[in-house]
């Protein structure tokens, strides 16, 4: 099947599948691309357009503005109003620019002050002034929804049930306030790595993706909290990252999905530098409910690969107060997702 | 900026020392001190390399230690968390102050800025969970930066060799 049919056809399936999930993206993917204001002319005589072209481009680039075409039909762009209009009627002769072929009609439009970035941001700008774009399939279909093939978005919803069943079991065994679960998964090797629950009366900081970090964390010899002990040296995976009662819970209700994390290497038995676990780096993070500033920037140092969570809190911090996985300035950025399963 | 008292100083010492012990455990130099009527309750720096945890800061691993001192002294945990100042050797991460504000601790005293994570210059937490907590920073700031730059112009020795940065000698 070739590429866009196979496309169209997950489209159909997300719909029919009765997918909730959305990206939590970047301001600057969803908001309209910002405008500025340039003069623009008319050129009267077309047969001099390639010609004045050719000579504004060279004496009054736009290196600013390099995504605009120079030209609308029979409009130029002449300078952004960054100078006063005499001075740019000085600037053209000062130039040398034959301004003789301008209606001299000077006057102030709006076009795209930065390159568009999406296909939906790029159709609302070119209609103001014609703009270079270069899709960025990823982005594209990140930011249209539609990433996940039917089999992922199946995947995605698995892993949250699970998530959804270690709230519930926490629930019923440990803790009877309102429940979190987390589970984080190896998307790689297609397995549940850790999982947690909400502790609070454990202590304040035992929120729930903050005791999944910490499962990671011994699932490689580490970790701090209530530390476990290696519960089957024999078995291929590790399965530290999950306590033996959940466990057991969860390998009967989810008898087709696979528990434990890749067998923890110390420094002399890596073959490649990247070959161990290190943090959660590659990992994915199911919350059935979205998480609080401390925990959100937890999962940055973590380095979590994706996020995804079932319902909004009043305390997020990944959609709700603030969308922290876009601070640019951080050096980790990972890919939120929201709605799964919200219903809980 | 205000002078900081005596005895102030010498909490920044103490935070100092636990900062120069992280970095001999090749460990991000940050070390902390937490106060609760004049007694260092919670002492202790980043263990994120040796716990394999990177939520394991100097700040968190004093919060569970103020847990443990409360449980011990059956004080209530919240109470004393209210009345407890802090003092670390660089301005705090957003989850750290994130954590602190939400235990309505009274006091941060801080030494440099913390480009790459601070809860203040990278992100303003205090925008958002408008806190309590007073946060006053730029105490022996200088030499606080001096460590954290001898730390990253080493490499992390447990980050995978693609991403650490090349040794200088
Ligand atoms: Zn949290
Ligand atoms: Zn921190």
Not at chain 1, 35 to 40: A, F, P, Q
Not at chain 1, 64 to 77: F, G, P, V, W
Not at chain 1, 121 to 129: A, G, P, R, S, T
Not at chain 1, 139 to 168: G, I, P, Q, W
């Amino acid at each position: 099947m070739d590429e866009a049919k196979r496309i169209k056809l997950d489209k159909e399936h997300s719909k029919t599948e009765n997918n909730t999930l959305y990206p939590v993206l970047p301001d600057d993917l969803i908001i309209d691309t910002p405008l500025t204001d340039v003069y623009v002319d008319t050129i009267v005589d077309p047969k001099k357009i390639s010609k004045i072209i050719k000579e504004i481009n060279s004496v009054l680039p736009l290196p600013q503005l390099a995504h605009l075409k120079r030209m609308k039909s029979k409009e130029i762009i002449l300078y952004p109003v960054s100078l006063e209009q005499y001075q740019i009627i000085n600037l053209l002769k000062e130039k040398t620019i034959d301004t003789s072929a301008f209606q001299n009609n000077i006057r102030i439009i709006q076009v795209a002050k930065i390159p568009p970035m999406t296909r939906k941001q790029f159709e609302k700008v070119n209609k103001l002034w014609p703009c270079n774009f270069h899709p960025n399939n990823y982005l594209e279909k990140l930011s249209t929804n539609t990433l996940f093939s039917h089999d992922e978005l199946r995947s995605h919803s698995r892993y949250m049930k699970v998530a959804v069943d270690v709230a519930k079991f926490a629930k019923d065994n440990y803790y009877s306030e309102e429940q979190i679960g987390a589970v984080v998964v190896d998307p790689k090797r297609k397995s549940v790595v850790a999982v947690g629950y909400r502790q609070t009366n454990k202590g304040v900081l035992k929120h729930a993706p903050m005791i999944a970090i910490d499962n990671v964390a011994k699932t490689q010899n580490g970790g701090v909290w209530n530390p476990l002990l290696n519960q089957d040296t024999k078995i291929e995976l590790n399965l530290d990252g999950i306590p033996k009662d959940l466990l057991e819970y969860l390998q009967i209700q989810h008898n087709d999905i696979v528990f434990g994390a890749q067998r923890y290497k110390e420094k002399d038995e890596l073959i490649e530098p990247a070959d161990g676990p290190y943090l959660c780096t590659g990992y994915y993070i199911y919350l059935t409910i979205e998480p609080c500033v401390m925990c959100a920037m937890g999962l940055v140092h973590s380095r979590l690969k994706r996020v995804f969570f079932g319902a909004k809190s009043s305390n997020g911090a990944l959609e709700t107060l603030c969308k922290l996985h876009t601070v640019k300035e951080l050096n980790h950025h990972f890919e939120v997702f929201g709605g799964l399963i919200k219903h809980v | 900026m205000s002078e900081l008292s005596e005895n102030e100083c010498f909490y920044m010492d103490k935070a100092f020392f636990y900062a120069k012990e992280a970095l001999t455990n090749q460990e991000v130099p940050v070390g902390c001190v937490f106060i609760y009527s004049n007694q260092i309750i919670a002492l202790g720096r980043n263990t994120v390399n040796e716990t394999r945890n990177a939520t394991r800061h100097a700040e968190i691993n004093c919060i569970d230690q103020v847990e443990n001192y409360c449980n011990d002294n059956n004080l209530n945990t919240l109470v004393v968390f209210s009345e407890i100042s802090v003092y670390v050797t660089v301005e705090p991460c957003i989850m750290c102050a994130a954590a602190l504000f939400s235990l309505k601790i009274k006091k941060i005293v801080y030494g440099c800025r913390n480009d790459r994570f601070g809860g203040q210059t990278v992100f303003d937490v205090a925008s958002i969970l408008n806190p309590v907590t007073e946060l006053k920073g730029g105490y022996r700031g200088e030499e606080a930066m001096e460590l954290l730059k001898e730390f990253y112009r080493g490499s992390n020795p447990n980050a995978p060799a693609g991403k650490a940065k090349v040794k200088k000698n």
